[in-house]
């Protein structure tokens, strides 16, 4: 069998190809570059075919090979000859798609006739000068800002130390402590007689606090004797309320409470079950509500902290007890209980003393608060925060300028090179040379107005007039898929990078199936 009976093949695809690619018409471009772009789409079409070609024979090589007739001395040169169409093809494929990419970066190119190598250079002379004036006008307002941070920092340190150090000086903990443990002390030897009586029937009230809230008492531990005597003044408070409060004055006769309803959560009528303070009960067991728990442990935590003893639960069966300590503590007047006013006066000096301590705490909240809207201030650059955009583009782009321009000349050399050389008949195109000139061509058009803006607005910042006879740049010519809200000159945020090209959209061929293997 002979091999050669094949070839005929060759002339079909190009046949078949040739009709098939006249029906592709190029896409309508800028009358400059409209016959290279039409030498390249008949280059890409001509390589298609041969690509087409190539594959044609490798099917009809791959089927001789299959054939089980076919003579042995026949099969290495047809292997050579399959291996040889099989990178043709791929050769070609890789050449149309190169020249793809050629046609697609120059149709994108805009045709400018203000963007000149001449005027280019023009534009770009004087920059790195405004771009190193920038950068000292921007050093020099860091280093404004910077000196005000510091002082204000500075001033805020010392504001808040004195702060801490007065709140240091206040020991709220342990003068607490002392005055507490001191109240219920009867053998102070420096007591008035109130405060005697005080000290003899207050610890009462206090050991009934102690067990309806199942607190364990340390005699031991100050702290905690302090702790359980504050619940105790609370608690006492609370039993008297409109004595304490203040509301009993505001009563008629009729409308006084009874003193035997009176109760450790200053429920008016007696009724704790129905009233807001109990959130549930299990027999005798009340448990507190939230606003409740808050008026006896907010004081408590507010001078010991996390250490604080915290009630939640009340045991109704020391209800009594404690009611008959508040009594024993209390006198009779006009047929009415009227508490202790030294008791009153401990609660009352123990408040002061918080007050204090809110009123420093305050203090240094309004200072952190003061400083860091200052600090947000003094951070904030205002007009001159263009200072750093412009002349940091300004920067990056002096120093690119000389590649630029010169990728600008070579690009445009070779296109024109291209575009008479795509005359002859044995023309090759070098489509990565046109692709990469055509995305410099097109970078140095947007650039000419981007430069031309930071410079102006790089001497209104630096107050400095525009020469004479420089007119007011126009606006960059649109390019295709690009956002027109977007100025030229605008920097692109960190990491970001400049918006990709559309993909290459494949090639209008269909792909041919897998290579089988060797």
């Not at 050093?139 to 000196?147: I, M, S, T």
């Not at 206090?206 to 003044?233: C, H, N, S, Y």
Request: proline share 7%; glycine share 4%; hydrophobic share 40%.
């Amino acid at each position: 069998m002979n091999y050669n009976s094949i070839l005929p093949a060759r002339a079909l695809a190009v046949a078949t190809i040739c009709a098939l690619g006249a029906l592709l018409a190029p896409t309508a471009s800028a009358d400059d570059y409209q016959p290279l772009l039409a030498a390249l789409d008949e280059k890409k079409r001509m390589t298609l075919a041969e690509a087409q070609e190539a594959q044609l024979l490798i099917a009809g090589y791959e089927e001789f090979l299959a054939d089980p007739e076919l003579a042995s001395e026949e099969r290495p040169e047809l292997r050579r000859s399959l291996i040889k169409e099989r990178a043709r093809y791929k050769l070609r494929r890789a050449q149309a798609g190169r020249i793809q990419v050629a046609v697609q970066e120059l149709r994108r190119v805009p045709i400018d006739e203000h963007v000149t190598i001449a005027s280019l250079r023009e534009v770009y002379s004087g920059l790195d000068v405004l771009a190193t004036q920038g950068k000292a006008a921007w050093d020099e307002v860091l280093a404004n800002r910077n000196g005000f941070v510091n002082d204000l920092e500075r001033e805020y340190k010392e504001q808040r130390r004195k702060a801490q150090s007065t709140l240091r000086d206040m020991n709220v903990e342990e003068q607490a402590t002392q005055f507490l443990v001191e109240a219920i002390n009867p053998d102070n030897g420096t007591s008035t007689d109130a405060e005697f009586f005080v000290a003899l029937k207050l610890p009462a009230v206090k050991a009934a606090v102690e067990r309806g809230f199942r607190i364990t008492p340390d005699p031991k531990d100050p702290r905690r004797q302090a702790q359980t005597t504050l619940l105790a003044l609370i608690a006492y408070s609370q039993f008297f309320w409109d004595h304490y409060g203040g509301e009993r004055a505001l009563f008629t006769e009729e409308e006084l409470p009874s003193d035997r309803r009176r109760n450790i959560f200053g429920v008016p009528d007696g009724k704790v079950l129905t009233s807001g303070v109990i959130s549930s009960n299990n027999s005798h067991f009340y448990d507190l509500a939230p606003e409740a728990r808050d008026r006896f442990n907010a004081r408590l935590k507010a001078i010991w902290g996390d250490e604080a003893v915290a009630v939640a639960t009340w045991n109704q069966k020391y209800d009594e007890p404690f009611a008959q300590a508040c009594r024993a503590l209390a006198t009779m007047s006009d047929e009415y209980l009227v508490p202790n006013q030294e008791v009153f006066t401990l609660l009352e000096k123990i408040e002061l003393l918080l007050n204090e301590l809110e009123l420093v705490t305050k203090t240094i909240a309004r200072l952190d608060s003061s400083y860091q809207d200052q600090l947000t201030k003094a951070k904030q650059f205002g007009d001159k925060a263009r200072l750093s955009t412009t002349h940091y583009n300004a920067q990056i782009w002096s120093r690119e300028a000389e590649r630029l321009l010169r990728g600008f000349e070579q690009g445009t050399a070779l296109l024109d090179h291209q575009l008479k050389a795509s005359a002859a008949a044995n023309w090759t195109p070098d489509a990565r040379g046109i692709s990469e000139s055509s995305l410099v061509i097109a970078k140095a058009q947007k650039r000419f107005y981007a430069v031309r803006k930071v410079k102006r607005e790089l001497r209104e910042l630096l107050g400095q007039p525009a020469p004479a006879g420089i007119p007011t740049p126009d606006p960059a010519p649109a390019e295709p898929g690009s956002d027109p809200g977007k100025s030229p000159g605008d920097r692109d945020a960190p990491g970001t990078g400049s918006p990709l090209p559309a993909p290459v959209p494949p090639l209008p061929e269909t792909e041919p199936a897998p290579l089988p293997p060797l």
